[in-house]
């Protein structure tokens, strides 16, 4: 746990990684948070390991494949690409809500969320990202570069999921 000691529009506050954490597990969208600030040399900048929940995307209810093989038609790369995006797509909308839940509650404008993907499974069932929380002003390229790092990190083997 990591625990910052930031100035919001009302004063000095003391915001703790477990707090973030907490409230990203309230979230049901998302299946499996950990607090891996600790891993990274960043001031004022937590990170997350997160899972989506299963269900998110589960592409067993449309069955594709099958329909698509009754078809006639093969599954390209597009599909996937689109499949891919609408992932994207829906977790940046999760970042803007989380990101505007964060700036209200620790009255803190200059929050910036972000994450990356990555790794998700053939099936399409099983998402993993890290999820950045800033609270310092920082270029969104930046917090872009440092979720890229972290994400590579975690797919080597740093994470939880692969150990």
Known sequence: MIDLKIENR???IHVKSSEIKDILELRPDFEYVQDISNTINQENILVFDCQLTGNSFDMNDLDIEEILEELGEE?????????????RAYLKDATDEIEADLQDNYLFDNLRCYFDIYNINQE???????FLVSFKDIKISSLA????IVSKRQLIGASKFYS
């Open 75 to 87: 599954i390209d790369e597009s599909y996937f690409s689109v499949l891919f995006e609408d992932v």
């Open 10 to 12: 009302k004063g000095k």
């Open 124 to 130: 399409f069932t099983d998402f993993k990202f890290v």
């Open 145 to 148: 570069n440092l979720a890229k």
